[in-house]
């Protein structure tokens, strides 16, 4: 700050100041002075200290809070983490990996490992470039010889397909993986959420075959994706995982920006800490969160900055094969699945992942029966195929040993065995990890902003830890605080002055967690020092009925216990305005 | 001496009005009267005020120092004190003069507050109409206790006149405080979102020079010099914040309200929007200038005509607000509204003081005897705005786009001021040693209903002014003089958003002591029989 007081102007000033001076106390202002409020000690036994509080409102409409990458990333991880966007259906995912891997480029195929490679093999396998040596469908090249027939032929008759056609075909093998693979990770079964009566756990359920994402997802690009649904205990033992590495998985781009609108008092309730008698203030948002958001206004949530076809620049999916061989069934019995044993395999098992997507592949083939013959006319085989996707195969006059009869996924279950172990795996060597670049996500942003606007207008409450955070106005570490009904809205129940005892949520929570512990034995005003005669309820006021709470007026007298066991007397005093109360608080223990 | 209305509206711009603007008028009856007349204090505070509090300063009236010279001193009486009334009569001057001065100023302001619009519990913040009628206080409306400042400060000056030229040339200077406004209200009194204390003061340092051109016409200007220093406390109301209001309704926080320069009363002084204001030290450096002409077309006839041209003061200071409330500190922080509990910064007060007309006439009706008269109209109209700076970091706000300097231009409504005064002076003894001079004068206010307040507390003035001087030998004389003036009391009803709805009172008095030399050669008069009445 700078002063325009040339010194030559001295005298001119002297004369100046002389009338001030000689008018001392007319005119003359001392400078203002801001008395700072300096932190008290604790209030001894005996003591009284008084604290006014008041209920200032400040009540907004369409209050909007825009929030880019930097703002989310400052607030905690756990708030971020609390604020569940949308369950992102993985299938348009699996689907564009498994699309990606089976078209890859023969040099980029060859640097997989070898098990991959066998597995980019086993998605392309048709009845014309299956290769059935070694497998019990080897008997059936002999007998499409026989009946000079290529056995590529019998084998598309049998699966109603083209000899060019794969037997799996891709939404089937996008499914069984979903399903099996990714559908048996817990992380895309159940997701934190708000406890309420229906989520006394604060378990919810994950839509089927999905990945629930949160705003730390989407803000942290994901970068824990691959801890999240990597190995991890399930009821069938160890789930391996499904995704081992992952990188850029991005669906916002620097310019990202989340723009809430809120209708609330913006301003905290003021308290106070019994333990000084200090002023505190207590965050308003969650008493008011039913009401917070206008979800019936088409902008109460905007977001931009989205990625328009997310994707992942870098996935590595991993299958674990079981290290034993599995044999096919070679029963029809039990109905409907024969007796391998693949069916009691762990669902994310590359075993049990082949044969769920053949049977998905195969529901739809028609009962019928294929008879060859030679050429003389003599029926040589027959391939027979009923509903419930039995094969049976059946020589006549001595041209060969049909192979054994078996369901489709037992057939297919044979063969994807042995050629994943092609190029010399042993069993247990083949477990398969293929890395993806650039993989698509499948789902359009504009789909993504939807349903996330959907998901939060049903839940606002899941928007607590975020809404409070936009306003983060806790200050101290009240016991208790001040309330009182907006003007023109009070019922004769909710009128007058109120004092509310804190709960667990009007604690912040922060990176580290809690501010502070809730350690209140008695939470709650009493009649009598002893904490035997509860005054305060649960009752609904103001639409609040998770505070112990009471009316006061001038003459009454509470007692109060702080988190650190001590107890206070309470007497209301004159309001010194409509809106203000005056407390004397007294420490008896 | 006659107290001038349009001092008041001076006053009210909240500046130390410059003497040399003021105008003749002006200084002819701070001459004739030693009072802190309350357009001074108009002018000092308005501006200030309406840095932060617009359409509230838009009063004149104030309290003016008049005593600038005696009651003798006049636009058409040749003393050394023409320097201020009418550097042309400078000319005219037959010998070298000192004039100097001492006294007081006393008396008091009152203002009884009656609130006629609707206000909401004052803890409340509902920031837009309607106001539920719950929030009403229907206590509010009425009148309040009546606030009352005291008046009181020393005043002194000097001038000298030295003929160069005998007949020809002469040369006037003068140090003088024309202007001072010490109030000081209760600081909780209902005036305190107008004022609650203000010290203004005004010193000058003026050269003159006439030029007679004709040995009964003579041409005269002045140049000035002039300090200004001012300090004022009063409570800044938020809710009348042009700047507040547009933060509270853009982006983030989005919300359309009633506060503003133009907020109804139902939005305004609530008790959290209510801060504290202090402007600290603030000097003003300007210049003026004046031309006038002095005529004696007959012997008993004399003539004055000066026109004074005004200028801007210019006042830079410090200023300090009082932020210490949670919901400027903490409470919407997260939203951008995070003000230190003390701001403090630079401040800036620029206002434009009018053009002054005044014609004085004065006839000798004996040797022993003359009247005269002033008329006066003050460009009042002038003042369009007050231009208030305030610089600091801390008040920034980058979220809200509230910028760490600010420029506000506050309106005035003032219209012009007619001043009519009329004096006579006589010689009351045989030899010719004991001389009186008595004024009777009216100044019409400049500040319309609307925008009158405490700060320039402006209304029909009435004054009148007594003085004696005694001529102790023919270089040496001894003036006493006094000045009662005051205002009608003014009820006003029709005040702007209810700023400044009430009755006004003002009485000031001063008083006086001159000691008058004169030494060098006595000059020759050109044509004896014609001289004007010294003082």
Not at chain 1, 191 to 220: F, M, Q, Y
Not at chain 2, 132 to 148: C, L, M, Q, T
Not at chain 2, 314 to 320: H, I, P
Request: with cysteine.
């Amino acid at each position: 700050m700078s002063r325009t007081r040339p010194p030559w102007s001295l005298p001119l000033l002297t004369t100046l100041a002389a009338p001030c001076l000689m008018s001392a106390g007319s005119g003359c202002a001392d400078e203002l002075v801001v008395q700072e409020e300096l932190p008290q000690a604790e209030l001894p036994v005996g003591e009284t200290r008084r604290i006014e509080l008041r209920a200032l409102r400040f009540e907004v409409e369409g209050f909007e809070k825009t929030l880019g990458l930097d703002e989310l990333r400052a607030l905690p991880q756990t708030t971020l983490d609390g604020v569940w966007l949308l369950d992102l259906e993985l299938s348009p995912l699996v689907q564009n990996a498994l699309t990606q891997l089976e078209t890859l480029p023969a040099d980029e195929a060859a640097q997989l490992p070898q098990a991959a490679q066998n597995m980019r093999t086993l998605l392309k396998i048709t009845p014309d470039n299956v290769d059935l040596e070694g497998t019990s469908l080897e008997d059936l090249i002999g007998l499409s010889q026989a009946v000079g027939i290529p056995h590529a032929e019998a084998l598309g008759e049998v699966f109603e397909i083209g000899v060019s056609d794969k037997f799996i075909d891709i939404e089937s093998n996008t499914q069984a993986v979903v399903e099996g693979l990714i559908g048996s990770h817990p992380a895309t079964q159940l997701r934190d959420g708000p406890v309420d009566e229906a989520h006394p756990d604060g378990k919810w359920p994950v839509a089927p075959n999905s990945l629930p994402i949160t705003l730390g997802d989407v803000v942290n690009n994901f970068d824990d994706l691959a801890e999240r649904f990597g190995p991890t205990e399930t009821e069938f033992g160890v789930h391996p995982g499904f995704i081992s590495e992952a990188e850029g998985l991005s669906v916002v781009e620097d310019e990202f920006e989340m723009t809430v609108k809120v209708n609330l008092n913006a301003l905290p309730y003021k308290g106070a800490d019994l333990t000084d008698v200090s002023g505190c203030s207590v965050n308003s948002t969650a008493s008011q969160i039913d009401t917070v958001f206008p979800v019936d206004d088409p902008e109460w949530m905007r977001v931009e900055g989205l990625v328009p076809d997310p994707s992942i620049s870098l996935m590595t999916v991993v299958m674990n094969e079981n290290d034993l061989y599995i044999p096919s069934g070679t029963n029809k019995e039990p109905l409907p699945l024969g007796n391998s044993p693949v069916w009691s395999l762990p669902p994310w098992e590359f075993e049990r992942v082949v044969v769920e997507m053949t049977r998905l592949a195969t529901a739809d083939i028609t009962p019928h029966c294929t008879e060859y013959e030679l050429a003389t006319m003599v029926e040589a085989f027959s391939a027979c195929i009923d509903d419930t996707q039995w094969v049976e195969f059946e020589t006549f006059n001595d041209v060969g040993n049909p192979p054994p009869p078996s369901y489709t996924w037992d057939v297919v279950l044979e063969l994807a065995q042995v050629r994943l172990h092609d190029g010399g795996l042993a069993e247990g060597e083949a477990d398969i990890a293929f890395t993806l670049t650039d993989v698509p996500l499948g789902i359009p942003a504009e789909a993504i902003v939807e349903e996330i606007r959907t998901n939060l207008a049903a839940n606002p409450a899941a928007l607590e830890d975020l809404a409070e955070n936009l306003t983060d106005n806790t200050e101290g570490f009240a016991d208790f605080y001040y309330w009182r009904a907006p003007a023109g809205q009070v019922s004769a129940e909710e009128a007058g002055d109120w004092l509310f005892f804190v709960t667990e949520d009007d604690i912040p929570v922060d990176d580290d967690g809690p501010a502070r512990p809730y350690a209140y034995d008695n939470p709650g005003f009493f009649a009598d020092a002893e904490l035997g005669d509860k005054v305060s309820s649960l009752d609904a006021i103001g639409g609040d009925t998770s505070h112990e709470k009471v009316r006061v007026d001038a003459g009454d007298v509470l007692y109060i216990q702080d988190d650190a066991g001590r107890v206070y007397r309470i007497d209301v005093v004159d309001k010194p305005s409509l809106k203000r109360i005056a407390l004397d608080v007294t420490r008896v223990q | 001496m006659p107290v001038r209305s349009d001092d008041a509206s001076l006053l009210a711009l909240s500046g130390p009005p410059n003497p040399s603007e003021l105008g003749s008028d002006r200084r002819r009856a701070a001459s004739r009267s030693p009072f802190f007349r309350p357009r001074l204090a108009a002018l000092a505070l308005g501006p200030v005020l309406a840095l932060l509090w617009p359409g509230a300063q838009a009063h004149a009236s104030g309290l003016d120092v008049p005593h600038i010279g005696t009651t003798f001193s006049s636009p058409t009486t040749q003393d050394a004190a023409a320097v201020y009334w009418n550097p042309a009569m400078l000319g005219f001057a037959d010998s070298n003069e000192v004039l100097l001065g001492v006294g007081i100023a006393a008396g008091s302001l009152r203002y009884q507050r009656d609130r006629l619009g609707a206000y909401q519990y004052a803890d409340g913040l509902d920031f837009a109409e309607p106001i539920d009628p719950a929030s009403i206080d229907p206590n509010k409306p009425g009148a309040y206790p009546e606030v009352r400042s005291p008046i009181f400060s020393p005043n002194a000056g000097g001038f000298a006149a030295f003929p160069l030229i005998q007949d020809r040339l002469a040369l006037g200077l003068g140090v003088y405080v024309p202007y001072a406004a010490p109030l000081s209200f209760d600081e909780e009194g209902a005036q305190r979102f107008a004022l609650q204390s203000a010290f203004i003061a005004v010193s000058r340092i003026s050269a003159a020079l006439s030029v007679k051109v004709h040995e009964r016409v003579s041409l005269g200007a002045s140049v000035s010099y002039v300090l200004g220093f001012a300090q004022l406390r009063r409570i800044q109301d938020f809710g009348a914040v042009d700047l507040f209001g547009d933060a509270l309704a853009r982006p983030p926080i989005n919300q359309p309200n009633d506060f503003g320069e133009d907020a109804p009363s139902t939005v305004r002084e609530l008790d959290v929007l209510a801060r504290p204001f202090a402007l600290n030290d603030a000097f003003s450096h300007g210049a003026s200038f004046s031309v006038a002409l002095a005529a004696n077309p007959i012997d008993p006839l004399w003539l004055g005509l000066t026109y004074d041209h005004g200028s801007r003061a210019n006042f830079r200071g410090t200023f300090q607000l009082d932020m210490n409330d949670e919901f400027f500190t903490q409470d919407l922080a997260s939203q951008g509204l995070s003000f230190p509990p003390l701001v403090e910064g630079d401040a800036a007060l620029s206002f434009r003081l009018p053009k002054r007309l005044m014609f004085g006439a004065a006839y000798d009706i004996s040797k022993t005897l003359r009247v005269d008269t002033n008329l006066a109209y003050v460009f009042w109209q002038d003042v369009d705005t007050f231009d208030i700076t305030l610089d600091s970091e801390q008040l920034a706000q980058p979220a809200l786009e509230i910028p760490r300097r600010t420029t506000v231009g506050l309106r005035r409504d003032w219209v012009g001021a007619i001043h009519v005064e009329a004096s006579a002076r006589a010689v009351v003894d045989k030899k010719e040693k004991v001389r009186v001079s008595g004024t009777l004068g009216y100044h019409s206010p400049a500040s319309p209903d609307a925008t009158i307040d405490v700060a320039s507390p402006d209304g029909q003035r009435l004054l009148g002014a007594l003085g004696v001087a005694y001529q102790i030998n023919p270089r040496v004389a001894v003036l006493a003089d006094g000045e009662l003036q005051g205002i009608l009391p003014r009820t006003v009803t029709a005040s702007d958003y209810d700023l400044g709805n009430g009755r006004y009172n003002l009485l000031l008095g001063t008083f006086m002591l001159h000691l008058q030399a004169r030494f060098g050669s006595k000059a020759k008069p050109a044509k004896p029989p014609v001289r004007p009445i010294e003082s």
